[in-house]
Nanobody, 121 residues
Framework: QVHLVESGGGVAQSGGSLRLSCATS????????MGWYRQAPGGQRELVAS??????VVADSVKGRFTITRDTGDTTVTLQMDSLKSEDTAVYYC????????????????WGQGTQVTVAA
C-alpha cells in the first residue's frame, strides 16, 4: 500500500505564497497520477491539480496562480501556490493512484493526512 507524507502549508497573507510537497514512502512500482485535492469548511473535496501520466493540470479556479510539478522519479509532487486568496483556505490532501483502477474510479487511491492552508485577508 502506498503511504504519502505531506509537508508545507500554514498561514499566508492574501497575495502571498505557500508550497506543499508530498512524497511516497516505501517502494512503489508505478504511480499513474499524483496531485492535490482541497476541502474548505462546509464544502466538498475538490480537485486542485493533477499529474496524470506526468502531465500537469490545474483547476480553473487556481490557473495562473498554482503550479504543480512532479519529480523525475515520479515519487514526489509539489504544489506552488502564489497570489493566494482567502477562498484558497482549506485542508489540502495529496493523493496518488498506484493502479489503473485507482486512476479511473478512485478505488485503491492513496491519501495523505491533509495539511491546513489558511489565507488571511
Amino acid at each position: 500500500q502506498v503511504h504519502l507524507v505531506e509537508s508545507g502549508g500554514g498561514v499566508a497573507q492574501s497575495g502571498g505564497s505557500l508550497r506543499l510537497s508530498c512524497a511516497t514512502s516505501g517502494p512503489v512500482p508505478v504511480i499513474y497520477d499524483m496531485g492535490w485535492y482541497r476541502q474548505a469548511p462546509g464544502g466538498q473535496r475538490e480537485l486542485v491539480a493533477s499529474t496524470t501520466h506526468g502531465f500537469p493540470v490545474v483547476a480553473d479556479s487556481v490557473k495562473g496562480r498554482f503550479t504543480i510539478t512532479r519529480d523525475t522519479g515520479d515519487t514526489t509532487v509539489t504544489l506552488q501556490m502564489d497570489s493566494l486568496k482567502s477562498e484558497d483556505t482549506a485542508v489540502y490532501y495529496c493523493y496518488a493512484d498506484p493502479t489503473i483502477s485507482a486512476l479511473l474510479s478512485g478505488d485503491g487511491r492513496a491519501w495523505g493526512q491533509g495539511t491546513q492552508v489558511t489565507v488571511a485577508a
